[in-house]
């Protein structure tokens, strides 16, 4: 089975998927794939599982990274914020965004995870340039700006095309891009209407493969 990332062309023939996403619209030399598809990230990973690797997907979408929140681990815990803003940088952009971003508080996402957890339910509002910076953000109810303009990640292959997928998912269309900075973020922001995380999450939990495991 395969939940979580942007690994499509990383994939086995036969795979049964489950929130997995595509770096990129367009591939090439690519064989037709026999994947049980439960759900996807968003559409624009749905349209590649129909168009490039010719399955079957239903309307259904939900990144398992929104679930986080859900963990009892982290569902009974208590915080307390310490910051206004907190960065958490694509791990591609830590020196970029320690030049460029300003003084606010880093959170490098190569930390423990519950480091990161625990530094994001902390802060008021956080900024990143990573995906599940922003989608583990949002589980927890944490605003999140979207930044990255020019910054290393958002060159790299596929560029944003995996945060539109998400924000898709979620009725939002931010196809102008992330934001170059703080303070122009704040002018844009990405607060987000929770029903659809909630919307997301019941999808996820409906269409995990319970068969499989049986």
Same mark, same amino acid.
């Given at each position: 089975?395969? &939940? ?13 998927? /489950?929130?997995?996403?595509? *770096? ?12 049980? *598809? ?5 559409? @624009? ?27 009892? #681990?982290?569902?009974? $815990?208590?915080? *307390? ?15 970029? &965004?320690? #030049?460029? /971003? ?5 959170? #490098?996402? +190569? ?15 956080? &900024? ?9 953000? #949002? ?6 700006? /979207?930044?990255?303009?020019? &910054?290393?990640? $958002?060159?790299?292959?596929? =560029? *944003? !095309?995996?945060? $539109?997928?998400?924000? @898709? ?7 102008? =891009? ?23 999450? $019941? +999808?996820?939990?409906?269409? !995990?493969?319970?068969?499989? !495991?049986?």
């Amino acid at each position: 089975m395969s &939940a979580i990332g942007s690994i499509y062309h990383l994939l086995p023939t036969k795979c049964t998927i /489950w929130g997995t996403g595509c *770096v990129k619209r367009y591939c090439t030399n690519i064989k037709k794939k026999n994947w049980d *598809v439960r759900c996807t990230r968003g559409p @624009l990973s749905r349209d590649v599982v129909i168009q490039t690797y010719k399955c079957k997907a239903p309307y259904l979408y939900g990144d398992p990274g929104v679930l986080i929140s859900d963990v009892p #681990e982290f569902k009974s $815990q208590k915080y *307390v914020k310490k910051r206004h803003i907190g960065l958490i940088p694509h791990f591609n952009d830590i020196q970029y &965004a320690k #030049e460029t /971003w300003g003084s606010y508080e880093i959170m #490098e996402p +190569t930390n423990n995870y519950k480091e990161v957890i625990k530094f994001i339910n902390e802060s008021e509002i956080i &900024a990143t340039s990573s995906l599940h910076g922003i989608i583990v953000s #949002e589980s927890f109810g944490v605003p999140v700006f /979207w930044l990255g303009k020019n &910054a290393p990640s $958002q060159k790299s292959e596929g =560029g *944003v !095309f995996k945060y $539109q997928d998400y924000f @898709l998912s979620t009725q939002r269309d931010f196809s102008n =891009g992330p934001c170059l900075n703080v303070k122009t973020a704040m002018k844009d922001n990405l607060y987000c209407n929770y029903d659809s995380i909630q919307k997301l999450k $019941q +999808t996820l939990y409906s269409t !995990f493969p319970y068969d499989i !495991f049986a």
